[in-house]
T-cell receptor, first 114, second 111 residues
């Protein structure tokens, strides 16, 4: 059990560029979650997957955001045409099943949009 | 999910017990109380959860009132490494899955 891994840890980009983040959950964890956290606030839910199926998306997830979990293992979160308001920490978490809501979080990817 | 209310900050002396309160007066019968904490520059970490009985694990104890409208997280012997933001979260029922974080309580443990 190596924990939830996120890559990269930091990303600096210019406004209008596309960025993609990767999350590797704990092996055999069926559920994978994405959250966003801005300075001084608690994490906000974005979306989650049960295996490869995306089951829920927050209204925070605009059409510029897309998440995938193609084989039910790792997941990617892509932001197209980044805006300065997208600057935040993007956190990934995984859990063993839907009956257990103990989520294990990665260290996050900090995005800075200039 | 039921809304939770926590004090914005608390202090505790190292070695003493830290008691962090949480109000969740609108909690429904099938909703659990979860506690997570977030140490600076890290992702949140699960601490403990419960439905209606008191719970204890190696990290902390959770005391839930009989009417389930409030709870207290107890760190029995706080250390400097327990300095963090502590989040009380209520979830379950139809929205089992996502965690709705509030502002949390900033706990500062002093030497």
């Amino acid at each position: 059990d190596t924990g939830v891994s996120q890559d990269p840890r930091h990303k600096i980009t210019k406004r209008g560029q596309n960025v993609t983040f990767r999350c590797d959950p704990i092996s055999e964890h069926n559920r994978l979650y994405w959250y966003r956290q801005t300075l001084g606030q608690g994490p906000e839910f974005l979306t989650y997957f049960q295996n490869e199926a995306q089951l829920e998306k927050s209204r925070l997830l605009s059409d510029r955001f897309s998440a995938e979990r193609p084989k039910g293992s790792f997941s990617t979160l892509e932001i197209q045409r980044t805006e300065q308001g997208d600057s935040a920490m993007y956190l990934c978490a995984s859990s063993r099943s839907w009956t257990e809501n103990i989520q294990y979080f990665g260290a996050g990817t900090r995005l800075s949009v200039l | 999910d039921a809304k939770t209310t926590q004090p914005p900050s608390m202090d505790c002396a190292e070695g003493r017990a830290a008691n962090l309160p949480c109000n969740h007066s609108t909690i429904s019968g099938n909703e659990y109380v979860y506690w997570y904490r977030q140490i600076h520059s890290q992702g949140p970490q699960y601490i403990i959860h419960g439905l209606k009985n008191n719970e204890t694990n190696e990290m902390a104890s959770l005391i839930i009132t009989e009417d389930r409208k409030s709870s207290t997280l107890i760190l029995p012997h706080a250390t400097l490494r327990d300095t963090a933001v502590y989040y009380c979260i209520v979830c379950g029922g139809t929205s089992y899955g996502k965690l709705t974080f509030g502002q949390g309580t900033i706990l500062t443990v002093h030497p």
